[in-house]
């Protein structure tokens, strides 16, 4: 089955700077992979996802990367807010006929104001 | 619109009971998940439905596990005799069809404590 590892598990940054974290997965089958945020107890919400058939996209400050030669994908959130500070979890797909979802074990994202 | 409920938010069973999580999806959803989430980690996929249909149970960790969704709309799961290790927050999560395009909307998940 897919494996999908997710570096690094927590991430410190300065208000305005920039974050990157950083996926693997195994499965070269796979074709989409969401980034979900959880604030603290709550429920995970999807903030951007992108499919094998594009190498990237970007909404506001959010950006993804794909490279499916490596097989790793990268979130990227730039001018960085309080409101940003959450666990972050990537992402994969399998493909087959429904959507069986592997998630990253998390980033804890904390961004000093 | 209403979104994914579950109850209850919190359960705690004394080792050895039973207990039943129960979910409501998004009114028309297809696709149904489960899945368990253990503190400091992601959510581990548990089962899928298709309407009514089970087809995908391989993440059930046990025996002691169960899921069913007899109508295609509310789903229960059911863990029996609980062990301390099962304590985890349990996540539902519906789609609205069967396509990998398919945005996933989770529910607020149930917190279980096994004493």
């Known amino acids: 089955g897919e494996n999908v590892e997710q570096h690094p598990s927590t991430l410190s940054v300065q208000e305005g700077d920039s974050a990157v974290i950083k996926c693997t997965y195994s499965?070269?089958?796979?074709?989409?992979f969401p980034w979900y945020k959880q604030e603290l107890g709550k429920r995970p919400q999807l903030i951007i996802d992108?499919?094998?058939?594009?190498g990237e996209k970007k909404d506001q400050r959010i950006a993804v990367t794909l490279n499916k030669t490596a097989k790793h994908f990268s979130l990227h959130i730039t001018e960085t807010q309080p409101e940003d500070s959450a666990v972050y979890f990537c992402?994969?797909?399998?493909?087959?006929?429904?959507?069986?979802?592997?998630f990253g074990t998390g980033t804890k994202l904390q961004v000093i104001p | 619109g209403a979104g994914v409920s579950q109850s209850p938010r919190y359960k705690v069973a004394k080792r050895g009971q039973d207990v039943a999580l129960r979910c409501d999806p998004i009114?028309?959803?297809?696709?149904l998940f489960w899945y368990q989430q253990a503190l400091g980690q992601g959510p581990e996929f548990l089962t899928y439905?298709?309407?009514?249909?089970?087809?995908?149970k391989s993440g059930l960790p046990s025996d002691r596990f169960f899921a069913e969704r007899p109508e295609g709309s509310v789903s229960t799961l059911k863990i029996q005799r609980t062990q301390q290790e099962d304590s985890a927050v349990y996540l539902c999560?519906?789609?609205?069809?069967?396509?990998?395009?398919?945005?996933?909307?989770f529910g607020p998940g149930t917190r279980l404590t096994v004493t």
């Open positions: 999560a519906s789609s609205l069809r069967t396509s990998g395009r398919d945005e996933q909307y």
């Open positions: 499965d070269s089958a796979s074709n989409y």
């Open positions: 992108i499919r094998s058939n594009v």
């Open positions: 992402a994969a797909k399998e493909s087959g006929g429904y959507q069986k979802v592997t």
């Open positions: 009114s028309g959803h297809v696709s």
């Open positions: 439905f298709q309407n009514e249909a089970q087809l995908d």
